[in-house]
């Protein structure tokens, strides 16, 4: 896949989170990666045969203080994870739009297992 249509995926699946949440996005950059750097595996002891779709690196919005001033979040998300483990364009939109979601729940300070229920509250919705 191109990474223009890739790119608007990624738009797609930020614009498909409440708008709600999305006015309370602070300090967060999302961007998109091939796969993830020798560091990024390290940092999360990434084991070789799992696929890494997304990564959220920094401080949760809920660990912030009043006078938090850092270099903003970051949001990577892997588009080579993602194309290989999908079998087409739609199965990569919704692997995209579901790894957006998951990411940004970790901006606002949901741990795996917080966001793993979630994720199964929204299914079933």
């Known amino acids: 896949m191109d990474q223009g249509k890739f790119e608007q995926m990624v738009t797609e699946g930020i614009n498909a ?10 300090n967060v950059a999302i961007v ?12 999360i002891n990434l084991c070789p045969q799992w696929a890494l779709f997304g990564l959220y690196e920094g401080i949760p919005q809920s660990s912030r203080g009043v006078y938090y001033s850092h270099p903003p979040d970051k949001i990577t998300i892997f588009k080579k994870s993602i194309e290989e483990q999908a079998n087409n ?12 979601w998951h990411e940004i729940a970790h901006h606002f300070g949901m741990n795996e297992e917080r966001v793993e229920r979630a994720e199964k509250r ?4």
């Open 89 to 100: 364009d739609n199965d990569v939109k919704e692997i995209v739009k579901n790894t957006v």
């Open 17 to 26: 989170i409440p708008e709600k949440f999305l006015e309370k996005l602070s």
């Open 122 to 125: 929204r299914r079933i919705k």
């Open 32 to 43: 998109i990666e091939d796969e993830p750097s020798s560091e990024q595996i390290k940092k």
